[in-house]
C-alpha cells in the first residue's frame, strides 16, 4: 500500500509532509523527541516547562536544531489559567524569539497578550484547547491555529469532557482558521476520519510513547504497551482540574481522598505534583505520580522508532482512503 500524501491547511502551515502534530508531552518532549517528529515529517515541540532554566532551555532547543539537520521545529509555552508570579513566560518569548524558533504552542490560558510580540517575529502560534468555545475565543484573539483535544486525551481534557469526534465535526462549523484534533487519536483511519469531518490534521501524545527516541525508561514503555485503553482514569475534578492519567496506587489514593469530599490544592498536589510523575520516566516504577495517558493506549501494542510509527499511521491512512473509494457509488 502505497502512502498517501496530503495537502491540508496544516501541512502547509507547518511546512510539514504529514499532517500530524506529536504533542508537547511534559517532561518528554525533549530535543529528541522532537527532532524524530521532525525527521518523521511531522511537527514537534519543545516543552520549556520541562527545562529548568533559560539557559537549559537555549542548549535544548540548539541540540534539536542540531538533530534536525536546521529543519524547523516549534517551542511549547503552558501558561497557568491566571498568570503566576513564578511563570517565565516572558522569559521563553525572549528565547524563542531570539533562537529564531518559528513555531510556537501555547496552553492554559489565552496567548492573547503575547500575540503583538510572537508575530512581531514571525512566529506562527497554534493555542491548544479542550473545547471549540475556548477555539472560537483564541481565533478572535488572533492566533494562527487551534488544536481542540476531547476527553479521550491524555493530561488535562477540561472541564466539559467533549469527545473528540463530536468536537472535530462542530469546529468545522465554527472557526474559519485550521485546527487539528487530538484524543485517542492512534491510527491512520483517525486521521482520515477527522480530515473528512473538517480537521486539518491531528495531534497525537499517547500513542507517540513507545517510540524508540522517547527518553523513558525501557520499564515505563513496557507498561505503555502492556496498557489498554480502558487502564486510564480522571481524577481531580473536585478542584476542577481534570486529568486523565494510568490507574495506579496514586490514583486510587487521589480518588479515595475525592471520595470523602477531601479535595483541595493542599491534599492533592503533593500526590500528583509533576516531579514524582517525572520519576517515573527516570526509572521505569509506573505505580505511582500523575502519568498522563489517553485512550490511544489501545494502539500502543510495540516499541518502534518514530519514523515506524508515521509510517504505519500513513499506510492506513491510505487503506482507509482506499475502503471509501470502493464504497463510492458511480
Known sequence: MSQPQFNTAITRLFGIKVPILA??????????????????????????????????LRAEIRKCREKTGGKPFGVNISMLPKLASHERVDQIIDI????????VETSGRAPTEYLPRLHGAGIKVMHKVPAVRYA?????????????????????PGMELMSTFVQAATAARSLAIPYVV??????????????????????????????????????????VVEAREGDTVMVMQSIRNTVRVLANDTTREVAAIEARGEGSLETLLPLMSGK???????????????????????????????????????????????????????
Request: proline content about 2%.
Open 182 to 223: 487530538g484524543g485517542g487519536v492512534g491510527t491512520g483511519e483517525q486521521i482520515v476520519a477527522a480530515l473528512a469531518m473538517g480537521a486539518a490534521g491531528v495531534i497525537i501524545g499517547t500513542r507517540f510513547l513507545v517510540a524508540e527516541e522517547l527518553n523513558a525508561h525501557p520499564d515505563y514503555k513496557r507498561r
Open 96 to 103: 524563542v524569539i531570539d533562537e529564531g524558533i518559528p513555531f
Open 23 to 56: 504533542g508537547g508531552l511534559q517532561w518528554l518532549a525533549d530535543a529528541d523527541y522532537v527532532a524524530a517528529a521532525v525527521n518523521a515529517g511531522a511537527m514537534g515541540f519543545i516543552t520549556a516547562a520541562s527545562l529548568p532554566d533559560d539557559a537549559a
Open 276 to 330: 514524582i510523575g517525572k520519576e517515573a520516566y527516570r526509572t521505569g516504577d509506573t505505580t505511582r505520580g500523575a502519568l498522563a495517558m489517553g485512550h490511544a493506549l489501545a494502539f500502543t501494542n510495540e516499541v518502534k522508532p518514530f519514523a515506524a510509527i508515521i509510517a504505519q499511521l500513513m499506510e492506513e491512512a491510505g487503506a482507509a482512503l482506499a475502503r471509501l473509494e470502493r464504497l463510492k457509488v458511480g
Open 136 to 156: 472560537i475565543s483564541a481565533q478572535k484573539a488572533g492566533v494562527d491555529a487551534v488544536a481542540i483535544v476531547g476527553y479521550e486525551c491524555g493530561g488535562h
